[in-house]
């Protein structure tokens, strides 16, 4: 038996009608704009509702300023222990109603503390076919071991780096003379698309984990 992803935690409230997405990011932010780009469109069943960075500089802050969302800072450096700092976003995600937190291009390891709170209720994006290169500069790693074909994972977040299981994946071919940007910049056009396919399958209620399989029911 498996377990079948929530949608969302309604404990007898009204069905809402759209999903509530929390992004957590540190950087650019090109995924946290496909999301919300894709947010926008008339058929989308999520929605953003709150930006979270541990970086005050992150370029993806800023965006989501200008676009008016709620954006917030919330510095590790303040919390000192990763409980504390979770438990500060934790009350954020709660303000805010989050259904699900997407990180992307968040550059922390999720702990304890929110695991617990959002239990099978993270995702991420990863640019590799995971196994295949976890960690930083993925794409380098996959230049450097010289495989033909690479891409991008979007899997449930677990207490390992780039580890949980697997939703959906898309690959990528390695061009002859791609360097780590080349290859970034077509593996990043795929993942703007797969993550957001990845929430919409999510908030159909049609992911369900059985061990390390995530099954998408039809
Ligand atoms: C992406 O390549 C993502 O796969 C990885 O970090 C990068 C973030 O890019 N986890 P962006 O900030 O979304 O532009």
């Known amino acids: 038996m498996g377990v079948r992803v929530p949608p969302s935690a309604n ?18 932010g090109s995924n946290f704009e496909a999301i919300y780009q894709n947010s926008l469109k008339k058929e989308a069943n999520f929605e953003v509702v709150v930006i979270i960075s541990n970086k005050k500089s992150a370029r993806g802050l800023e965006k989501a300023k200008e676009y008016g969302l709620p ?37 922390k390891i999720v702990g304890e503390e929110l695991l617990r709170a959002y239990e099978n209720r993270i995702l991420n994006i990863h640019p590799a076919l995971l196994p295949a290169f976890p960690g930083l500069h993925a794409q380098k790693q996959a230049l450097d071991y010289g495989v033909k074909v690479s891409g991008c994972t979007v ?17 990528v071919a390695v061009e002859p003379g791609d360097d780590e940007e080349t290859l970034s910049q077509r593996i990043l056009k795929e993942e703007h698309r797969i993550y957001s396919a990845a929430l919409r399958l999510y908030f159909e209620n049609r992911l369900k984990i059985s061990e390390r399989n995530v099954i998408i029911l039809a």
């Open 71 to 107: 954006a917030f800072f919330i510095s590790p450096k303040k919390f000192g222990l990763k409980t504390a700092y979770e438990k500060e976003i934790i009350k954020t995600l709660k303000k805010h109603d989050v259904d699900l937190i997407c990180l992307a291009g968040y550059m």
């Open 11 to 28: 404990h007898g409230e009204p069905m809402k009608t759209k999903g509530r997405v929390a992004i957590f990011l540190s950087g650019r």
């Open 155 to 171: 899997h449930f977040v677990d207490a390992g780096v780039d580890s949980g299981p697997v939703i959906l994946q898309q690959a």
